[in-house]
């Protein structure tokens, strides 16, 4: 799955299996930061971003789970 954020920056969400059957969800983050920002800035930006991913990616594990549990997906 893509996602696109309003500032342009994307985050990708991938889901793969492995032969044993196991689930693994890949992410990978694309934030945008003109080189110009300044350096305290891109500290503030480049914090905002980390709590943003890990909130992400915890509510995403969340998900997964709850939808293998029920069935929608199957491990």
């Known amino acids: 799955m893509k996602f696109a954020q309003p500032d342009g920056s994307k985050v990708l969400n991938i889901v793969s299996d ?32 980390t709590q943003m991913s890990q909130k992400a990616v915890e509510g995403s594990i969340k998900a997964m789970r709850q939808m293998v549990s029920d069935g929608r997906i199957k491990a």
Request: no cysteine; glycine share 4%.
């Open 18 to 49: 492995s032969a044993d059957g196991q689930l693994y969800l890949t992410y990978q983050f694309d934030w945008l930061m003109p080189q110009d920002t300044p350096e305290e800035k891109q500290k503030e930006n480049i914090e905002k971003w």
